[in-house]
């Protein structure tokens, strides 16, 4: 595939697919818009339920999110796969012409918390508070979701870097272009603290105060923002202790739970309809098998709690889906960003403290008893561009072991170098490209609105 996607069908397709700046349509709600507390509550509650019930993966992944995440990455091994029996994703490629409904559909959330936040100002009622602080959290998490799928991986200078339009308020008439990637993580990162202010704890508006600064913490660790991300992540590590044995087990295998030391999940209340996707799609993951590199990084096999829980013998996968949050990110977040400011101790305190929780006798790693960076491996660079040091390596597969059928590994990669690699299927080689990591931008939008530049690699 040329770097260039230039044909006349991408730019039909994603015309089509394109929302005509979606985000500036009125009629949020019905036909009219909210005007109550009570009215915007239920308009932001919209948002809520769909979390709850898988409908859409837009702030939180839902199990199909993961399902195609884990098929653009190299956690599955798409080589292999029985493509006569399971319809999932060859790769990257085979998606990018969907990808810009996302962007559209973000900004109508974006959209809903500006009229409420428009219309209620600052709130003088404890539901006022509770439904402004629910209106930033979302707004916020838009933005972040919209920078890591839309944006380029945040360089040292992002103020040279393209971010995304920032709505502010509702106006039917504006035409936003791009604001520089520093600009946008600061209206990311002011609308989560806006949310913080407001202090929500009630579980029902499923952003508390600990959901958003798990957010803020994901956002500074994006960013590279390390010390921002130790200060964030740490008292959530402490209120929400890492689990192991049994109770790890029933956490990770729970289908519709929110246990143990998740922060927040998709897929609460299950139907019918939802459960039967979900059961096809744990059916198709299992033909596509777990690549032999990640089985590999389980050096310790059975004594680590997680390999059975990921895969069979057959190298079929063994994990549910799980869309969500939850703070053993904390602590991968801690030792990464320890490790980037030179400090091995701390970095591997953190990460030392997620390996005997997970491996029966574990052997805590020191600088020297560290493994080597494998020159195979498809990530060589960290995510400040640097030469992968043993630390960080170990720290990033023990995320991979982690987060595997998590819908983490795509990002891991477009944070860490953005690896070009390649599927075999048909005699061809499809070969997920660095610009692919970086979603395209509808191409209404870029015909409508004068001045918005398209992502790389996708001008025509």
């Not at 052997?363 to 660079?381: G, K, M, R």
Request: charged content about 25%; hydrophobic content about 35%; aromatic content about 12%.
């Amino acid at each position: 595939m040329n770097k260039k996607i230039t044909n006349s069908i991408l730019a039909v397709t994603l015309f089509l697919l394109s929302a005509c700046s979606g985000f500036l349509d009125i009629k949020p709600y019905g036909k009219t818009i909210p005007k109550t507390a009570d009215e915007f509550e239920a308009l932001l509650h919209n948002r809520l339920n769909d979390i709850d019930y898988a409908n859409s993966g837009l702030l939180v992944n839902t199990f199909m999110d993961v399902y195609d995440l884990e098929a653009y990455a190299d956690n599955l091994d798409a080589s292999l796969t029985d493509f006569s029996s399971a319809n999932m994703p060859l790769y990257i490629g085979s998606s990018l012409l969907s990808m810009s409904t996302k962007y559209a559909q973000l900004y109508e959330i974006i959209r809903d918390c500006n009229i409420t936040i428009d219309e209620l100002g600052e709130g003088g009622t404890d539901l006022d508070k509770k439904v402004l602080g629910t209106a930033y959290a979302l707004r916020g998490v838009s933005y972040y979701k919209l920078m890591i799928q839309f944006c380029e991986p945040v360089s040292k200078n992002p103020s040279s870097q393209l971010g995304v339009p920032l709505v502010y308020t509702f106006d039917m008439e504006e035409r936003a272009t791009r604001a520089p990637l520093s600009q946008t993580i600061s209206h990311i990162e002011s609308d989560l603290k806006k949310a913080l202010s407001y202090k929500v704890t009630d579980e029902i508006y499923r952003f508390t105060e600990d959901v958003v600064r798990a957010y803020l913490a994901k956002l500074y660790f994006w960013t590279g923002d390390w010390g921002n991300a130790i200060a964030t992540s740490e008292p959530l590590l402490e209120k929400y202790p890492l689990l192991s044995g049994e109770a790890y087990t029933n956490m990770i295998s729970a289908r519709n739970t929110r246990s143990g030391n998740i922060l927040i999940r998709s897929f609460l209340y299950g139907n019918n309809s939802k459960n039967f996707d979900y059961t096809t799609a744990l059916l198709n993951i299992q033909k596509r098998p777990v690549s032999k590199e990640l089985v590999e990084l389980f050096v310790e096999k059975e004594k680590d709690i997680r390999f059975a829980l990921s895969f069979n013998k057959k190298r079929e996968n063994q994990k549910n889906p799980l869309g969500g949050v939850r703070s053993d990110e904390m602590c991968l977040i801690l030792a990464e960003s320890y490790a980037h400011q030179g400090n091995e101790e701390q970095a591997l305190r953190y990460l030392n403290l997620l390996r005997e929780k997970r491996i029966e006798d574990y052997v805590p790693y020191t600088t020297e008893s560290l493994p080597p960076v494998n020159s195979a491996d498809i990530i060589q660079e960290d995510a400040e561009g640097k030469t992968l040091t043993p630390l960080v390596y170990a720290i990033l597969n023990e995320r991979r072991k982690e987060f595997y059928m998590e819908g983490d590994r795509w990002f891991e990669l477009k944070r860490n170098g953005r690896p070009e690699f390649w599927v075999a299927k048909n005699g061809y080689k499809w070969v997920t490209q660095k610009f692919m990591y970086t979603y395209p931008l509808p191409v209404n939008d870029i015909l409508i609105i004068d001045g918005l530049i398209q992502n790389p690699g996708y001008e025509f």
